[in-house]
């Protein structure tokens, strides 16, 4: 098949105002179908209300283009932002999707929560539970999927065509990689993960899942390529060693504060993006574990 009908076309929507969140419509320009990677539903923390914004930019882009959503990808259950997944599934259709082993995470936080009798914790909230190595179509454009851990047990990349979207574990070459003193991360796992993103062809484009503005930078920036991660990535490019990496992420690691959102987040992101089920005053409750992380 030719290189060129492997190249979807990206486009990029950036929450700069909330949680630097990056939200990718992936499309085929000749079929017309797309998928979209880590949609936002806004939270205002204070007032504990959601609201759709930045959805709807999403929204008005797939519509003005003519485009058929075909899945909603996620690339883990994100710590940082709530999941607009079931908002733009009603308004587009698509499958909801997300790594398998967000078994393993739904266990963890089931039981941070106390969730209800009732919540599974099987992914059965999600359409489709991608292992590493499965295949699936954007229109005429292969995709696949890596199962790339360490950030979290259930992180994938998503090599779509000549473009791969790796969620929190690459960011820019100016600001490094993810965090991994979250339930399930380790940084041993993720240098190996990001070994598999870096063998990639060089000029496979990568698209990262947020960007914090490193000093020096004005701009923000979401796309970079393989040749550019192995060589200047500041924290694995170059002649970086696993020991020497698993040593400064560790260290790094344990001078981070929690994300502000983790706690509403999480609740939500389990759920595929489905608010806890009201309680018997028809009013849904996102819960706040005192002490415990």
């Known amino acids: 098949m030719p290189q060129s009908s492997q190249r979807p076309e990206v486009e990029t929507f950036l929450d700069e105002t909330g949680t630097n969140t990056a939200t990718f ?23 504990g209300r959601t609201s759709t914004a930045s959805a709807d930019r999403v929204i008005e882009h797939v519509r003005g283009k003519g485009l058929t959503c ?11 932002h709530l999941s607009g997944a079931v908002y733009l599934k009603e308004q587009l259709g698509g499958v909801t999707a997300i790594g398998a082993r967000i078994t393993t995470v739904q266990d963890v936080f089931g039981d941070l929560f106390n969730a209800e009798a009732g919540f599974a914790r099987d992914g059965s909230q999600f359409e489709r539970l991608f292992e590493d190595g499965d295949s699936f179509q954007i229109g005429g454009i292969e995709a696949r999927v890596m199962h790339t851990p360490g950030h979290t047990p ?3 990349t998503y090599v779509i065509g000549d473009a791969a979207f790796c969620g929190d574990t690459l960011f820019m070459p ?19 993960s990001i070994q598999k993103i870096l063998a990639l062809p060089d000029d496979t484009r990568i698209f990262v899942g947020h960007d914090y503005l490193p000093e020096g930078r004005k701009t923000y ?38 994300p502000k959102l983790i706690l509403p987040s999480i609740q939500v992101n389990i759920r595929a993006g489905h608010m806890p089920p009201a309680e018997d005053n028809g009013v849904s409750y996102l819960k706040i574990p005192v002490n415990r992380i």
């Open 174 to 192: 100016d600001y490094g990689t993810a965090r991994c003193d979250f339930p399930g991360g380790d940084a041993r796992t993720l240098y190996n």
């Open 70 to 80: 075909d899945w909603i990808l996620e690339t883990h259950a994100h710590a940082d």
């Open 25 to 47: 419509v992936v499309s085929d320009p000749a079929t017309g179908r797309c998928a979209i990677i880590d949609p936002v539903l806004d939270y205002d923390a204070p007032s």
């Open 154 to 156: 259930a992180c994938l």
């Open 221 to 258: 920036r979401v796309e970079t390529s393989v040749a550019d991660e192995r060589r200047d990535n500041i924290h694995v490019g170059g002649d970086r060693t696993e020991d020497d990496f698993v040593a400064m992420r560790e260290a790094r690691d344990k001078g981070l504060a929690a």
